[in-house]
């Protein structure tokens, strides 16, 4: 199994990456970011929509909105959620590894690091293909990843997480194979107890991403280093890069 097929992972670990706080946060994010303003209606493919954290925001802002996820938990989650909102959103248990559903959206969205998790590079490409072609003509592909250059700034300090009850979450990272990829190593711990799980996915540079996007067919591909659309510099907090496919 990989680590990205661990229910229990993306599970245990929910708490830090899916939070109530992280929730709020991406609730404004999604209602006012510039990279995120489409014509009403716009059918959007959240992929790797985990738990639903974009979802509800996405359809709030009157989008036709499809989440995409391998997880049977996350997806559980993201009905619950939707459910909870009111939100009328699609949900499909798919592989990004196979998933195409040729020409059905004006954007396909891929975020907060669900992308480069395979070990074959040809593999990860084979995702931008398969976005390309769910795509209409003219339809934009974003991709938001914890960028090559900005990860330089701050690694090399483990991280802690508190969360409620006094369990708390330790995040170290490791650079691999010449900063081509990334180990994560967690562990929660929780009631005296200490549950590990590692996560190694491809660590890309702005122009490296670009230069995959570009391979696969996309034009006007531009690199951003936030939501608000500032510019990919030393400020950078994401790498978030889009393309369009050609008309
Ligand atoms: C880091 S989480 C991000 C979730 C969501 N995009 C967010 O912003 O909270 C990555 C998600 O990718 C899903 N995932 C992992 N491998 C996948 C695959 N091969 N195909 C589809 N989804 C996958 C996981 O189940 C998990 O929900």
């Not at 670009?210 to 690199?223: P, S, Y």
Request: with cysteine; proline share 5%; hydrophobic share 40%.
């Amino acid at each position: 199994m990989h680590w990205y097929e661990d229910e229990d992972f993306w599970s245990e670990f929910s708490e830090t990456m899916f939070s109530g706080r992280r929730r709020s946060e991406t609730a404004e994010t999604v209602a006012t970011s510039p990279l995120l303003a489409f014509p009403p209606g716009a059918r959007v493919l959240d992929l790797c929509c985990g738990p639903g954290v974009y979802l509800v925001p996405l359809a709030r802002r009157g989008y036709t909105v499809t989440g995409v996820d391998l997880s049977p938990v996350m997806l559980e989650r993201a009905r619950a959620v939707c459910a909870e909102a009111g939100a009328d959103v699609r949900l499909v248990h798919a592989d990004m590894l196979e998933h195409v559903e040729p020409e059905s959206y004006d954007v396909v969205l891929n975020v907060f690091t669900s992308f480069g998790y395979f070990d074959d590079p040809r593999d990860n490409l084979r995702v931008l293909h398969n976005a390309h072609d769910s795509l209409v003509p003219g339809g934009q592909l974003l991709i938001d990843v914890m960028g090559k250059e900005v990860l330089a700034g701050w690694i090399g300090r483990p991280q802690v997480v508190e969360l409620e009850g006094g369990a708390y979450v330790v995040q170290r990272d490791t650079v691999l194979d010449d900063w081509s990829r990334l180990r994560t190593d967690w562990t929660l711990v929780r009631d005296g107890t200490a549950r590990e799980s590692s996560i190694t996915s491809f660590l890309y540079s702005g122009t490296e991403l670009r230069a995959l996007f570009e391979q696969v067919g996309f034009t006007d591909v531009e690199c951003f280093g936030d939501f608000d659309g500032a510019p990919y510099d030393q400020h950078a907090r994401r790498l978030i890069v889009r393309g369009t496919r050609p008309v």
